[in-house]
C-alpha cells in the first residue's frame, strides 16, 4: 500500500552554516599525481545535522532540479537521478568505491572470470506485487541488451552472454570474455531492475512515464514540463548496504520540479519553495556553501569535452587536432566561467575522480600558442585570410561545433564554449558554434561524420571502461554510437580490451594507463571541466546523500527536523 504526498506537510526552516573543500583541492591533488576513486569534495560527504534517535516521518520534499528527463528511467544520467528513487539495483558503490550488497547479498566470480553468480535477497517485492526473484533480474539483463536501455548495453556489449535462473534466489550471469569492471558496471542506476510484468504487459509510454520498481518510492504523477510527484513505497525494506537506514522512506513523498532557469531555480530555495535544489549555478555557490549544506561530486567516466571529428573534415589531419589542444588557455577558461567552483580537466578521455586515471597522459596539452602554430603550419595551414583564419590551398580552417544546450551543456558550461571560441582564434580557427535544442540533440540528427567538426560531449562511469564505450571501432554490423569522434584505431581498441580482461587491478591500471597515453598522441578529444553534481539542501532537511557511482540525490534517508532537534 502507498500513502500520496500530503500538500500540507508542516515546515521548519533553520538556517545552518557548512563550508566543504573547495574544488580547487581535488584538482590540484590528482595533478600533483594521485588519482581519486572518489569523487566526493573533500574526504566525505558531511551529514547535515547529527542523526536522530527518533527522525520524524512525514513532509513532502520540494526539489527543484534543471532538466527534464526524456523518461522515468533510461540511459540518460538525469534519467539515472530519477530512476534512483523508484529502482533497486543488485549491488551499490560506497564512497570508497567499493562495491556493497543491495539485492544481490553476496557474489562469486568462476576461475575463468566468465561466470558470475549472485545471491538474491528473499524478502522483496515489486511495487505491483509480482517477486524480485532471480528469474526477474536474468529477464532485466536479456530486456536491457536487447533495447530496453542502450546505455546498459553499451557498457556490457561484446561480454553478456545469457543470464538465466539457478533457483528461486540464485541467478548466474555468464560472459563471452573477462569483464574486470562488472560489479562497478551494475551499481549504476541504468541496471536498476524494473518488474518483467510491467514491461510486458504495459505500453512503452506507461514504463516510461512510471516504471514499476522495489525501490523507496513511486511515481505518482508527472506533469510534462512542470513536475514528477513521487510517493513513498509503504513496503520498502530493501535499501543498500550503504544507505542510513532500512525500511520505507522517512518522508511522505518528493515533488521533482524541472527549474531550468538559473536564477528561478537557486531563487526557489532562498524563498524556502524548494527544499533542496541540484545544479547551484556557479555565481551562487560561495553563498550557498555558507547558508545552506552544499555537497559537490565530481563525476567518473569521461568529463566534459571536445569531441573531433577524426573521420572527415580539418581534424581528419592529426596535427589540426593537436594544435587545436594547445592553442587555448582552458584551465584559465573554466577558472572564470566557473568562478573556480569546478575544475578544470586536461583529459579528454578520463575525469580525474575515476579510477585508473593517468596524470601525465592528461597533462600532454598545456596551453602553448607558438606550438599550436607551429604544428598548423607544418600542416599546411600557412596562410592567413584577412580576418585571421588561416588557409590552406584557398580554403578556411573553418569548425562546426555542436553542443546541446541545458542538456549536455548547462549555462556555464555555454559560457567556456564561447570563451574557447574567442581564443581559438589566435591560432587561426574560426569556429562556428552551433547550439542544439534537445529535440534536436535527441533526435540523431547531428550524429553522424557529416552533421560535425566538432561537439561537447560526456559519459559517466564510475570506471576507465568508459573507454571502451567511447572508442569502440565502429562497423556496419556492430555500429557505435558512443563513439562521437569516430576513431578507428584498433591498437587503442586491443590495449582497452586488455585492461577490460586483466586478471588483476595491477594489470587493468596498466593497460589502462596505456590506452589513455595512445589516445593522447592521436588527439580525438580535448578535455575541458569535471562533470559536476551540486545541491544545496536547506537546514530543516537532513539525511540527502550522493550516491558514488553517479552522484544522483538519495532520498530515501532523509527527514526534516522541528526547531528543537536542530
Given at each position: 500500500?502507498?500513502?500520496?504526498?500530503?500538500?500540507?506537510?508542516?515546515?521548519?526552516?533553520l538556517?545552518?552554516?557548512?563550508?566543504?573543500?573547495?574544488?580547487?583541492?581535488?584538482s590540484?591533488?590528482?595533478?600533483?599525481?594521485?588519482?581519486?576513486?572518489s569523487?566526493?569534495?573533500?574526504?566525505?560527504?558531511v551529514a547535515?545535522?547529527?542523526?536522530?534517535d527518533?527522525?520524524?516521518?512525514?513532509?513532502i520534499?520540494?526539489?527543484?532540479?534543471?532538466?527534464?528527463?526524456l523518461?522515468?528511467?533510461?540511459?540518460?544520467?538525469?534519467?539515472?537521478?530519477?530512476?534512483?528513487?523508484?529502482?533497486?539495483?543488485?549491488?551499490?558503490?560506497?564512497?570508497?568505491?567499493?562495491?556493497?550488497p543491495?539485492?544481490?547479498?553476496?557474489?562469486?566470480?568462476?576461475e575463468?572470470?566468465?561466470?558470475?553468480?549472485?545471491?538474491?535477497?528473499?524478502?522483496?517485492?515489486?511495487?505491483?506485487?509480482?517477486?524480485?526473484?532471480?528469474?526477474?533480474?536474468?529477464?532485466?539483463?536479456?530486456h536491457?541488451?536487447?533495447?530496453?536501455?542502450?546505455?546498459?548495453?553499451?557498457?556490457?556489449?561484446?561480454?553478456y552472454?545469457?543470464?538465466?535462473?539457478?533457483?528461486?534466489?540464485?541467478?548466474?550471469?555468464?560472459?563471452s570474455?573477462?569483464?574486470?569492471?562488472?560489479?562497478?558496471?551494475?551499481?549504476?542506476?541504468?541496471?536498476?531492475?524494473?518488474?518483467?510484468?510491467?514491461?510486458e504487459?504495459r505500453?512503452?509510454?506507461?514504463?516510461?512515464?512510471?516504471p514499476?520498481?522495489?525501490?523507496?518510492?513511486?511515481?505518482?504523477?508527472?506533469?510534462?514540463?512542470?513536475?514528477?510527484?513521487?510517493?513513498?513505497?509503504e513496503?520498502?525494506?530493501?535499501?543498500?548496504?550503504?544507505?542510513?537506514?532500512?525500511?520505507p522512506?522517512?518522508?511522505?513523498?518528493i515533488?521533482?520540479?524541472?527549474i531550468?532557469?538559473?536564477?528561478?531555480r537557486?531563487?526557489?530555495l532562498?524563498?524556502?519553495?524548494?527544499?533542496v535544489?541540484?545544479?547551484?549555478?556557479?555565481?551562487?555557490?560561495a553563498?550557498?556553501?555558507?547558508?545552506?549544506?552544499?555537497?559537490?561530486?565530481?563525476?567518473?567516466?569521461?568529463?566534459?569535452?571536445?569531441?573531433?571529428?577524426?573521420e572527415?573534415?580539418v581534424?581528419?589531419?592529426?596535427?589540426?587536432?593537436?594544435?587545436?589542444?594547445?592553442?587555448?588557455?582552458?584551465?584559465?577558461?573554466?577558472?572564470?566561467?566557473?568562478?573556480?567552483?569546478?575544475?578544470?580537466?586536461?583529459?579528454?578521455?578520463?575525469?580525474?575522480?575515476?579510477?585508473?586515471?593517468d596524470?601525465?597522459?592528461?597533462?600532454?596539452?598545456?596551453?602553448?600558442?607558438?606550438?599550436?602554430?607551429?604544428?598548423?603550419?607544418?600542416?599546411?595551414?600557412?596562410?592567413?585570410d584577412?580576418d585571421?583564419?588561416?588557409?590552406?590551398?584557398?580554403?578556411?580552417?573553418?569548425?562546426?561545433f555542436?553542443y546541446?544546450?541545458?542538456?549536455?551543456?548547462?549555462?556555464?558550461?555555454?559560457t567556456?564554449?564561447q570563451?574557447?571560441?574567442?581564443?581559438?582564434?589566435?591560432a587561426?580557427?574560426?569556429?562556428?558554434l552551433r547550439?542544439?535544442?534537445?529535440?534536436?540533440m535527441?533526435?540523431?540528427?547531428?550524429?553522424?561524420?557529416?552533421?560535425?567538426?566538432?561537439?561537447?560531449?560526456?559519459?559517466?562511469?564510475?570506471?576507465?571502461?568508459?573507454l571502451n564505450?567511447?572508442?569502440?571501432?565502429?562497423?556496419?554490423?556492430?555500429p557505435?554510437?558512443?563513439?562521437?569522434?569516430?576513431?578507428?584505431?584498433?591498437g587503442?581498441?586491443?590495449?582497452?580490451?586488455k585492461?577490460?580482461?586483466a586478471?588483476?587491478s595491477?594489470?587493468v591500471t596498466?593497460?589502462?594507463?596505456?590506452?589513455?597515453?595512445?589516445?593522447?598522441?592521436?588527439?580525438?578529444?580535448?578535455?575541458?571541466?569535471?562533470?559536476?553534481?551540486?545541491?544545496?539542501?536547506?537546514?530543516?532537511?537532513?539525511?540527502?546523500?550522493?550516491?558514488?557511482?553517479?552522484g544522483?540525490?538519495?532520498?530515501?534517508?532523509?527527514?526534516?527536523?522541528?526547531e528543537?532537534?536542530?
Amino acid at each position: 500500500m502507498t500513502t500520496p504526498p500530503s500538500p500540507n506537510a508542516p515546515k521548519n526552516r533553520l538556517r545552518h552554516t557548512l563550508l566543504l573543500g573547495t574544488t580547487a583541492f581535488l584538482s590540484a591533488a590528482v595533478l600533483a599525481g594521485c588519482s581519486s576513486s572518489s569523487g566526493f569534495v573533500g574526504t566525505e560527504q558531511v551529514a547535515d545535522r547529527q542523526p536522530t534517535d527518533d527522525p520524524q516521518s512525514g513532509g513532502i520534499i520540494e526539489y527543484g532540479h534543471l532538466q527534464e528527463p526524456l523518461c522515468v528511467y533510461g540511459g540518460w544520467i538525469q534519467e539515472t537521478f530519477t530512476s534512483r528513487q523508484i529502482l533497486d539495483s543488485l549491488v551499490s558503490q560506497d564512497e570508497d568505491g567499493d562495491v556493497v550488497p543491495w539485492l544481490a547479498t553476496n557474489w562469486e566470480v568462476s576461475e575463468d572470470q566468465l561466470v558470475w553468480t549472485l545471491s538474491l535477497r528473499e524478502d522483496v517485492s515489486f511495487t505491483d506485487g509480482t517477486p524480485v526473484d532471480a528469474e526477474a533480474v536474468a529477464y532485466n539483463f536479456d530486456h536491457w541488451l536487447d533495447g530496453g536501455n542502450g546505455t546498459a548495453a553499451a557498457h556490457l556489449g561484446g561480454f553478456y552472454e545469457a543470464a538465466e535462473a539457478i533457483d528461486e534466489h540464485t541467478v548466474e550471469i555468464r560472459l563471452s570474455a573477462p569483464f574486470s569492471p562488472f560489479l562497478s558496471t551494475i551499481s549504476q542506476s541504468y541496471f536498476g531492475i524494473q518488474s518483467p510484468t510491467a514491461l510486458e504487459t504495459r505500453s512503452a509510454e506507461e514504463n516510461c512515464r512510471a516504471p514499476i520498481g522495489s525501490g523507496p518510492f513511486i511515481v505518482q504523477a508527472w506533469e510534462s514540463g512542470q513536475y514528477l510527484e513521487f510517493s513513498r513505497n509503504e513496503d520498502y525494506n530493501s535499501a543498500p548496504a550503504n544507505a542510513k537506514h532500512q525500511g520505507p522512506a522517512y518522508v511522505e513523498g518528493i515533488r521533482w520540479s524541472f527549474i531550468p532557469d538559473n536564477t528561478s531555480r537557486y531563487g526557489s530555495l532562498l524563498s524556502e519553495e524548494s527544499d533542496v535544489i541540484g545544479e547551484v549555478p556557479a555565481v551562487n555557490i560561495a553563498e550557498a556553501q555558507e547558508r545552506f549544506n552544499f555537497k559537490q561530486f565530481i563525476t567518473p567516466g569521461r568529463p566534459v569535452v571536445i569531441n573531433l571529428n577524426t573521420e572527415k573534415g580539418v581534424f581528419a589531419d592529426q596535427q589540426v587536432r593537436q594544435a587545436l589542444s594547445f592553442a587555448t588557455d582552458r584551465e584559465a577558461n573554466i577558472e572564470s566561467a566557473f568562478l573556480g567552483t569546478v575544475p578544470s580537466e586536461p583529459s579528454g578521455y578520463l575525469s580525474q575522480s575515476t579510477p585508473d586515471y593517468d596524470v601525465a597522459a592528461a597533462t600532454e596539452y598545456p596551453f602553448d600558442l607558438y606550438q599550436a602554430n607551429q604544428l598548423l603550419d607544418d600542416a599546411g595551414w600557412t596562410e592567413r585570410d584577412e580576418d585571421g583564419t588561416r588557409l590552406k590551398n584557398g580554403e578556411r580552417l573553418e569548425v562546426l561545433f555542436t553542443y546541446g544546450l541545458n542538456t549536455i551543456v548547462t549555462p556555464d558550461g555555454n559560457t567556456v564554449i564561447q570563451n574557447f571560441q574567442e581564443q581559438a582564434r589566435a591560432a587561426g580557427f574560426d569556429i562556428q558554434l552551433r547550439p542544439l535544442t534537445p529535440s534536436e540533440m535527441f533526435s540523431g540528427a547531428f550524429s553522424g561524420p557529416d552533421a560535425y567538426d566538432a561537439q561537447v560531449g560526456y559519459w559517466t562511469s564510475p570506471h576507465a571502461g568508459i573507454l571502451n564505450i567511447n572508442y569502440r571501432p565502429g562497423t556496419e554490423e556492430a555500429p557505435n554510437g558512443a563513439n562521437t569522434t569516430f576513431l578507428a584505431d584498433h591498437g587503442v581498441f586491443g590495449t582497452i580490451q586488455k585492461a577490460l580482461q586483466a586478471p588483476t587491478s595491477e594489470e587493468v591500471t596498466e593497460h589502462f594507463s596505456a590506452a589513455q597515453r595512445q589516445l593522447s598522441e592521436l588527439a580525438p578529444a580535448i578535455g575541458l571541466y569535471t562533470q559536476t553534481n551540486t545541491i544545496a539542501v536547506s537546514d530543516e532537511l537532513t539525511g540527502v546523500w550522493l550516491e558514488a557511482s553517479q552522484g544522483a540525490p538519495v532520498f530515501h534517508d532523509a527527514y526534516f527536523i522541528t526547531e528543537e532537534e536542530g
